[in-house]
């Protein structure tokens, strides 16, 4: 009777534990490295072999583990993964672009990938994943899609997970992505990526996005901070109930949904996003949605365009910018990477329904040179825009002077964004 009882408590004490705490684990595997350079994978593996069910995956403190084959750390289940030590990719260009994990979603190419369920991935404060991407931005110069960049960290098809407390150093491409994923707390992530060619060359940086979802449901990214050169957080087709909150970005592209409508006859989604407490050094963009051009031009993942869908329930407030060189609230339409003879948005509008958008509480200042628009709402002809608002929005220009508002196609709204 004693046994049984003790069973069924471990039993609910198990079913009870979400992902935030884990059951006591059955195993613990401390990962030795190598130290002389050869590959630590090979023992990583080995690890989550062990250890990746019931147990714990310990990354040493003060440990630098090499990198040099892909790593899909798959079926994993109730584990907590301490990341103390730091993880760095090699630079073997030739063998990641044949090797990284495959996503169909722009042709991603994925380094190391997470899946399973109940996983808490902890970097204590030191964890650190260097993608030693410089060879990267070299190599990709204004090819941001480039086949292959590899992206160092993936939590794909995981259902209860948090990952916390640690830094990505020098993504080769995207830097922290979340692919058919539900219910992820991603917490105190720090992300750094420069390129020291930046100045000369800032197209060098393109597609170091630094969080991007696709596919994925619920997921809150929070008290987080990203230097990186393209947008900072990206909702990808397929996000929905997602959240954001008191995240600092610089350099970054801004806050953004999509590029949506990529994909020829695909329908994307995205529900219920909610950004709040940002703030926005030196970014490209504010708040932003971005989609393709209504025909098809070359093919994904640089060009594309012809797919439809609909963005709505989305709320942005609460945004503290400065320097920002384009829009702080802002629809852009007709968005293209292909290059040489894109027909003019005009000749191609793209379809779609935007409804019941909301920005408010902007504040800040945009860069001398270039921003003068404060809103920048270019819908298509095509495409529905409605229920969309905009409250408190006092991002000025350089030297002081109100930013003008320009409204196309917005239901409800004159050129001048005045309520009609
Ligand atoms: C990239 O994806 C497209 C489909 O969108 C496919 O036709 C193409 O072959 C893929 N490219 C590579 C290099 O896998
Ligand atoms: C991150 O780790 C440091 C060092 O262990 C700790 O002091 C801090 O509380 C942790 N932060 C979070 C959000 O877990
Ligand atoms: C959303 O995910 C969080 C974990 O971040 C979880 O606590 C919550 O229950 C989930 N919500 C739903 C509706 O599943
Ligand atoms: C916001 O996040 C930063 C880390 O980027 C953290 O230091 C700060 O305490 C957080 N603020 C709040 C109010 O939680
Ligand atoms: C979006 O939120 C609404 C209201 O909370 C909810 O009814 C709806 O199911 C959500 N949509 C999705 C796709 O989860
Ligand atoms: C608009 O979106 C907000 C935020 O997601 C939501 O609370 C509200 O219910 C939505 N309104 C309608 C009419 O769907
Ligand atoms: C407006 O946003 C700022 C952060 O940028 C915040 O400190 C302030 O409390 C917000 N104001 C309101 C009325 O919510
Ligand atoms: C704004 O950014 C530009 C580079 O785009 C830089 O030269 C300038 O110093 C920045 N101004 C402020 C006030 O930060
Ligand atoms: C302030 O800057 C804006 C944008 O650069 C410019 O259009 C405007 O003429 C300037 N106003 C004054 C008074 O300098």
Not at 108 to 120: D, H, R, T
Not at 263 to 270: A, K, N, Q, T
Not at 281 to 305: D, L
């Amino acid at each position: 009777m004693k046994v049984l009882s003790s069973i069924l408590w471990a039993l609910t004490t198990m079913l009870l534990a979400g992902a935030h705490s884990l059951p006591y684990p059955e195993h613990t595997c401390v990962i030795p490295a190598s130290k002389d350079g050869s590959d630590d994978s090979p023992a990583i593996r080995k690890a989550f072999d062990t250890c990746g069910r019931n147990g714990k995956v310990v990354f040493q403190k003060d440990t630098t583990y090499s990198i040099q084959s892909v790593l899909q750390l798959h079926n994993l289940k109730n584990v907590q993964v301490d990341m103390f030590g730091t993880l760095e990719y090699s630079t073997d260009v030739r063998y990641w672009i044949l090797h990284g994990s495959y996503y169909y979603f722009q042709n991603i190419s994925i380094a190391m990938e997470f899946s399973g369920e109940n996983i808490v991935i902890d970097g204590h404060g030191s964890g650190t994943i260097n993608g030693q991407g410089q060879v990267w931005y070299d190599l990709a110069l204004g090819v941001g899609g480039l086949y292959g960049r590899p992206i160092p960290f993936c939590l794909r098809n995981v259902k209860n997970a948090v990952a916390k407390n640690f830094s990505i150093l020098q993504s080769g491409k995207w830097n922290f992505v979340m692919v058919e994923s539900q219910n992820v707390l991603v917490d105190n992530i720090y992300l750094s990526s420069t390129s020291d060619d930046f100045q000369a060359n800032p197209g060098n940086l393109g597609n170091t996005d630094g969080f991007d979802t696709i596919n994925s449901d619920n997921i809150t990214i929070q008290n987080s901070w990203a230097n990186v050169g393209d947008d900072c957080v990206s909702f990808k087709p397929g996000s929905t109930n997602m959240h954001v909150k008191n995240l600092t970005c610089y350099n970054s592209a801004g806050i953004a949904i999509g590029s949506l409508g990529q994909y020829e006859g695909v329908r994307d989604v995205v529900e219920n996003i909610t950004a709040e407490d940002v703030s926005l050094y030196g970014s490209r963009n504010g708040a932003y949605i971005k989609t393709y051009v209504g025909k098809r031009t070359y093919w994904p993942p640089q060009g594309g365009g012809g797919g439809n869908g609909y963005v709505r329930n989305v709320v942005f407030k609460n945004f503290h910018i400065e320097n920002i060189t384009a829009s702080p609230v802002l629809i852009q339409q007709c968005t293209h990477w292909a290059g040489y003879n894109v027909p003019a948005c005009a000749d191609t509008p793209p379809t779609g329904f935007f409804s019941n958008i909301s920005w408010s509480n902007f504040t800040g200042y945009m860069n001398e040179k270039v921003g003068t628009k404060a809103i920048s709402w270019t819908c298509s002809p095509l495409a529905t825009c409605e229920g969309f608002s905009f409250k408190d929005i006092n991002v000025k220009s350089a030297n002081g002077t109100d930013g003008t508002y320009s409204c196309t196609n917005v239901v409800g709204y004159n050129p001048t964004c005045e309520t009609k």
